[in-house]
């Protein structure tokens, strides 16, 4: 039936045959799911890990020069990856190198983002100096401690503090035991004995120490006395940092306005470590 309306419509027929025509000579026509199948990407499921935190610049020290981009840091080729892209020895060795020269706020937005995979740079850290025999470092233990001086932590901290004798911890105590009797006093307001742990027990970690203590109670509002900030400032290892100057003049400023500064400016006439005196 189809086939006689065709015969007896010429005009028909002939648009019939021009359309099939079209359609067999036009590729993208004549296999739209090809055509379709051509611009399909694949990309990986994983994709290559960075060896540091996007943002965060590598120090110029640490560059190698004439490597390529993930040897000094950038991000591997995908197809060039291990199976096993968890980092060894060497690989933590130079991560410490980076950690240690960044600023605290840009150290933990480094150790957050290695933490994001699974990976706690501090403990890696720690296992690298048990490995060569050094003492276990003290800084990766105080560093998960906050300092955020809350009423309600400070005065649980005097609380505690006057209620037991809390002695200077042994020589072989462990850094988890020092860094619960470090944060006790910190919060409980014992500023000589802040200074005198960064002096005499510290070692070559009290810079880092020192910078976790400021920068972590430099959180949210601190409960801080004028007198105090002054009493941080002057247990500092060495001269302070611009940073932890910026950071201090804050805590100082903030502290200055809901107390009276009488006893601080007292204390600067009369001289201090850092401030006032006859100079």
Do not use: C
């Amino acid at each position: 039936m189809r086939s006689i309306l065709i015969n007896r419509n010429p005009v028909l027929s002939m648009l019939v045959l021009v359309v099939a025509t079209t359609l067999l000579a036009t590729p993208s026509l004549a296999s739209p799911m090809q055509a379709k199948g051509n611009s399909v990407r694949i990309a990986p499921l994983t994709p290559s890990r960075p060896m540091i935190p996007p943002g965060l610049e590598m120090p110029s020290d640490l560059l190698i020069p004439g490597a390529p981009p993930e040897a000094s840091g950038g991000a591997t080729d995908p197809s060039k990856a291990a199976s096993d892209d968890t980092p060894g020895p060497d690989e933590i060795a130079r991560l410490r190198k980076i950690h240690d020269a960044l600023p605290p706020d840009e150290q933990i937005s480094m150790r957050a983002f290695y933490e994001a995979l699974e990976i706690d740079l501090l403990a890696r850290f720690a296992d690298l100096d048990a490995a060569a025999g050094k003492r276990p470092p003290l800084l990766p233990s105080i560093s998960r401690k906050k300092f955020a001086r809350t009423p309600q932590a400070v005065l649980a901290a005097r609380t505690k503090l006057g209620l037991a004798n809390q002695d200077q911890p042994d020589e072989g105590a462990k850094p988890t035991e020092i860094a619960n009797w470090l944060h006790l006093n910190v919060m409980a307001g014992e500023w000589d004995t802040l200074a005198w742990f960064l002096e005499e027990r510290a070692g070559d970690e009290a810079p880092g120490i020192y910078s976790h203590v400021i920068q972590s109670t430099n959180q949210g509002d601190p409960m801080l006395l004028p007198e105090e900030v002054l009493a941080l400032a002057n247990a500092a290892p060495g001269e302070p940092t611009d940073w932890q100057i910026d950071v201090l003049g804050k805590l100082l400023k903030r502290a200055s306005t809901r107390s009276s500064t009488g006893p601080m400016l007292g204390e600067i006439r009369a001289g201090t470590r850092l401030f006032g005196g006859e100079d």
